[in-house]
């Protein structure tokens, strides 16, 4: 559970790579990165509900206690609680999927969302990028 994955999990890359000279996905070569993100699997299972949605709206949104916000333990808690949380609301809409069918749907989900966020900066005049991948964005070199 990783609240807004390719930011966290871009981080997390990079450290490994800057101190132990090897890349997340091979550090975890023994098993699959499967990843639930709470903030792709909202903004796709209730779409047009206006708001910010930060960690602590959706907390607030879903009825899961944040403590101590900002501190990693209780942020890496509070996503594990919203993921359950959206889990029970739209049990109906996923409980059916495996944990790797949910992981290919959310990098689909966000590679539309950052789409529809990508047309609305050009409708802006905005030249803006939108980062499409998800959960790890790529590397410098490999993004060139």
């Not at 005049?125 to 998800?134: A, L, R």
Request: with cysteine.
């Amino acid at each position: 559970m990783v609240m807004n994955a390719p930011y966290d999990l871009t981080l997390l890359d990079r450290e490994l790579r800057r101190h132990r000279g090897i890349a997340l996905d091979r550090f975890l070569a023994a098993a699959p990165l499967l990843v639930l993100d709470p903030w792709v699997l909202d903004k796709h299972l209730d779409r047009y509900r206006k708001g910010r949605r930060r960690l602590g709206d959706l907390c607030a949104h879903y009825g899961v206690v944040l403590e101590d916000a900002h501190d990693a333990a209780a942020d890496a808690t509070a996503a594990l609680e919203l993921v359950r949380a959206i889990g029970r609301r739209y049990a109906e809409r996923l409980g059916t999927l495996s944990p790797a069918e949910l992981h290919l749907r959310q990098a689909l989900w966000h590679a539309a969302q950052a789409r529809g966020l990508q047309h609305w900066f050009r409708e802006q005049g905005s030249p803006e990028p939108v980062d499409m991948s998800w959960p790890l964005r790529p590397p410098l070199e490999q993004a060139a």
